[in-house]
């Protein structure tokens, strides 16, 4: 059991997505329960990457590759996690603000939260205000989470975080924001209600703000 757990653990950490694969069906083949699987062997390995990251022992793209690998396991465990009525940790609507077309530290962002028991609900890149409104609406996310890589797309974060406000949703929804040029000063001045600089500390930030919360 613990040999299957370590492999699958190593594949996630080197961004093997065919033996993460292998080793999600192997440790369901000899009847692992699929939170195991989950905490212990993908959930620890994307924690140990985030470390590895802060520690600047990898890079964004090798962040990626391991949570791509992680995505894949997932997508064999998932059946097997909603037969067990695995409770989610909560709901995060996550997307790149309108005029912002750019992608991938959002896709690290939700790869993440995904692999921490996250439910999310990603709208994609240039997502208007009132786009993040009716979703929120309908789905009722714990997090809304907003990213932007453009200082020119910055104000479409508080023009979001204004359209939530406006809309009644501020005192069930929270709102993180994150990108290259967001800073913790920009967080305040808009009134979100959290910022990370990574992927890594974004997962850490929505634990820390939904513990709170509860």
Same mark, same amino acid.
């Given at each position: %059991? ?13 961004? $093997? ?23 212990? =062997? ?8 985030? /470390? &590895? ?8 793209? #090798? ?5 791509? /690998?992680?995505?894949?396991? %997932?997508?064999? &465990? ?10 989610? $940790? ?5 997307? !790149?603000?309108?005029g912002d077309l750019h992608d991938i530290g959002k896709n690290l962002v939700a790869l993440m939260l995904e692999g921490e028991g996250y439910e999310i609900i990603d709208l994609g890149v240039d997502v208007p205000a009132e786009k993040?409104? #009716? ?24 023009? !979001?975080?204004?359209? &939530?406000?406006? /809309?009644?949703?501020? $005192?069930?929804? %929270? ?18 209600? =959290? ?8 997962? =850490?930030?929505?634990?820390?703000? &939904?513990? $709170?919360?509860?």
């Open positions: %059991m613990e040999e299957v757990l370590q492999k699958l653990f190593n594949s996630i950490l080197e961004g $093997n997505a065919a033996a993460t694969r292998e080793y999600v069906q192997a440790a369901l083949d000899i009847n692992l329960k699929p939170e195991v699987i989950l905490n212990h =062997g993908m959930i620890d390995a994307m924690r140990r990457v985030g /470390a &590895l990251f802060e520690e600047g022992e990898c890079y964004v793209p #090798e962040m990626l590759v391991s949570a791509r /690998a992680m995505q894949g396991g %997932m997508a064999l &465990l998932k059946p097997h996690l909603q037969q067990t009525d695995k409770k989610s $940790n909560g709901k995060v609507v996550i997307g !790149t603000v309108k993040f409104v #009716e979703v929120a609406k309908e789905v009722k996310p714990d997090i809304v989470a907003l990213s932007a890589l453009l200082t020119t797309t910055m104000p479409s974060m508080k023009t !979001t975080i204004d359209a &939530l406000t406006a /809309a009644g949703l501020r $005192n069930s929804t %929270m709102v993180i924001i994150g990108g290259a040029p967001v800073t913790e000063s920009y967080a305040h001045q808009i009134e979100a209600d =959290g910022f990370a600089t990574d992927a890594s500390r974004a997962v =850490g930030m929505v634990n820390g703000l &939904l513990a $709170n919360k509860s």
